[in-house]
């Protein structure tokens, strides 16, 4: 692993652990006290994966499918040590999270590509 890969790898999980924190700092208007299922949590995530997904994608394009998995990874563990109440048995949501990560898995794609179309132009 290069130097590079390194220290993108380092922010993908500060970015992961920085979505968890300013997710848990959401006011409590955004979640509602019925028994329906509440998406607040993937619109804090999702963009936020999505967007760092096609930077990192762009900056090392050599296998971009790690950097949404890394972030998603790191914000699903870093919420569980806040966790005061545990939500879904873990294995269903690691899945839930790989799902949660397609549109950054597309993003990191998009951005390798442009990347490399850059790259054969100039």
């Known amino acids: 692993m290069s130097a590079k ?3 993108i790898s380092l922010c993908s999980a500060l970015v992961g652990i920085g979505a ?3 997710f848990r700092s959401m006011p409590a208007v955004y979640f509602t006290n019925s028994d ?5 949590w993937e619109k804090t995530i999702v963009p936020v994966v999505a967007i760092f997904s096609l930077v990192f994608g762009a900056i ?3 296998v971009p499918w790690r950097w949404p ?4 990874t790191v914000h699903y563990f870093s919420g569980f040590a806040l966790m005061t109440n545990w ?11 790989a799902v949660l ?8 794609y998009i951005g390798a590509f442009l ?6 132009a100039t």
């Open 115 to 120: 990347r490399r179309r850059f790259e054969d």
């Open 5 to 7: 890969e390194m220290v």
């Open 36 to 40: 329906s299922y509440d998406f607040a």
């Open 60 to 62: 090392e394009p050599k």
């Open 101 to 108: 990560a397609l549109p950054g898995l597309t993003t990191a």
């Open 69 to 72: 998995l890394i972030i998603m």
């Open 20 to 22: 968890m924190l300013c």
């Open 87 to 97: 939500g879904q048995i873990p294995p269903f949501e690691i899945a839930y999270c």
